[in-house]
C-alpha cells in the first residue's frame, strides 16, 4: 500500500448513502461520474453500509476523508470501510470515472467457515493510520488491477454460474489484500474481525426487526453476551452506541418511506418505529438540513441527486 496522506475535511457536511442490493446475493458493481470539482464547494461526504472497493479509469482529482485525503489517477485503488465518510472531487470538468464495487458482508458470512471471514480483515482498519489507496503503478495495484477488471466482468457478463464466479473472484482480491497488508501478522486486525463476527447476530436480529421494541439485554443474549459487556463491544466495533445504531436504522427507513409519496410523514415516522417524533425531525435536519416537507417536495421536482441528498 502507497501513497502519502494530506489534511481531510474534518466538520464538513455529510449524508448517508443508501444503496439498497438483492438480500440474497449483496454485491454490485457500478460505474459512477465524478463531479464536483477541485476548487469548487467542497464535496459533501457520505457513508454506508456495505464495504467499498473503488478503482479510478479514467481522470485525477482528490479523494477526501474527514481527517486525510489523496491525491488519484487512472488506476489507483481505494478501500472504504462502512464506517468512514469520505467523497472525490475531479481536477477539472474532464471525464473522470471510478468503478465501485459494493458488498456486504453477509456475502461472505453467511455459513462462512472462521478461514473463510477473515476475507474482511482489509476493512477491519484504523483508520487514522490506514492508507486507503493503493497505487495503479506500484506491484501491488499491479497485482490487483486485473482481478479487478475480471470482477468487473463477471459483475455484468451473462455466464452461467455468474454469482459464484464474482464470489469466488472477490474473496481473492481480499485475500491478496490480507496478504499485500500482512494481515495475518495484525493481532489488532483480527482481533477487530472476530469481534465483528460475535456482534453479528445481534446485527442481523437488529436489522430485521428495528421497527419494534428492542431491549438490549435481550438482543445482548443472543451473542451470550452481558449487556454491559454487549454495550462496550458494539460502541467499540459500530463507533456509535446500540440506541444510535437502531436509530439510525428507523431514520432511513422513514426516510425511505417519506420518498415513496405513499402516506404522510407522520405515518411514515410511526411506522419506522419512531416512538417519539421529534427524534425523527431532529435527525433529518442534522443529515438533509431541510424539513421533511421540503425534502419530499426537492425529491419530486427532481432536485435531489443520485446519492440520495
Same mark, same amino acid.
Given at each position: ?15 448517508? &448513502? ?70 472525490? $472531487? $475531479?481536477?477539472? @470538468? ?38 486507503? #489507496? ?7 495495484? @499491479? ?8 470482477? &468487473? ?15 469466488? #473472484? ?31 447476530? $445481534? ?27 454487549? #454495550?462496550?463491544?458494539? #460502541?467499540? @466495533?459500530?463507533?456509535?452506541?446500540? @440506541? ?50 421540503? &425534502? ?14
Amino acid at each position: 500500500m502507497t501513497g502519502e496522506m494530506q489534511a481531510g475535511v474534518c466538520g464538513m457536511q455529510s449524508f448517508f &448513502w443508501e444503496y439498497r442490493m438483492k438480500p440474497d446475493f449483496p454485491f454490485s458493481a457500478i460505474d459512477y461520474a465524478v463531479t464536483d470539482i477541485v476548487g469548487g464547494p467542497p464535496p459533501r461526504l457520505h457513508w454506508h453500509s456495505f464495504f467499498e472497493l473503488g478503482v479510478c479509469t479514467a481522470g485525477e482529482g482528490i479523494f477526501y476523508f474527514e481527517e486525510k485525503s489523496y491525491d488519484y489517477s487512472a488506476g489507483d485503488i481505494f478501500l472504504v470501510n462502512n464506517l468512514e465518510k469520505h467523497g472525490a $472531487a $475531479a481536477l477539472s @470538468q474532464a471525464d473522470t470515472r471510478f468503478r465501485f464495487f459494493l458488498f456486504l458482508p453477509e456475502l461472505f458470512l453467511e455459513g462462512a467457515a472462521a478461514w473463510e471471514a477473515e476475507c474482511l480483515l482489509p476493512f477491519q482498519y484504523d483508520s487514522a493510520r490506514f492508507c486507503n #489507496r493503493v497505487t495503479g503503478d506500484s506491484p501491488a495495484g @499491479q497485482t490487483l488491477r486485473p482481478l479487478l477488471d475480471g470482477l &468487473w466482468e463477471d459483475a455484468h457478463g451473462d455466464r452461467t454460474g455468474r454469482e459464484r464466479l464474482i464470489r469466488a #473472484r472477490l474473496r481473492l482480491v481480499l485475500a491478496e489484500l490480507c496478504s499485500l497488508l500482512r494481515l495475518d501478522e495484525s493481532p489488532a486486525s483480527a482481533a477487530a474481525l472476530a469481534d465483528y463476527l460475535r456482534l453479528r447476530p $445481534a446485527l442481523s436480529y437488529i436489522d430485521s426487526h428495528f421497527s419494534q421494541r428492542l431491549n438490549q439485554k435481550e438482543i445482548a443474549a443472543l451473542c451470550f453476551l452481558s449487556e454491559s459487556r454487549f #454495550r462496550h463491544l458494539f #460502541r467499540r @466495533q459500530m463507533h456509535m452506541s446500540f @440506541q444510535d445504531y437502531v436509530a439510525k436504522l428507523r431514520y432511513l427507513d422513514a426516510r425511505r418511506r417519506i420518498a415513496s409519496g405513499i402516506g404522510s410523514i407522520s405515518d411514515a415516522v410511526r411506522e419506522a418505529g419512531f416512538s417519539n417524533p421529534y427524534r425523527f425531525y431532529q435527525m433529518f435536519q442534522e443529515n438533509e438540513g431541510v424539513t421533511p416537507l421540503v &425534502w419530499r417536495t426537492r425529491l419530486r421536482s427532481g432536485e435531489n441527486d443520485p446519492l440520495g441528498e
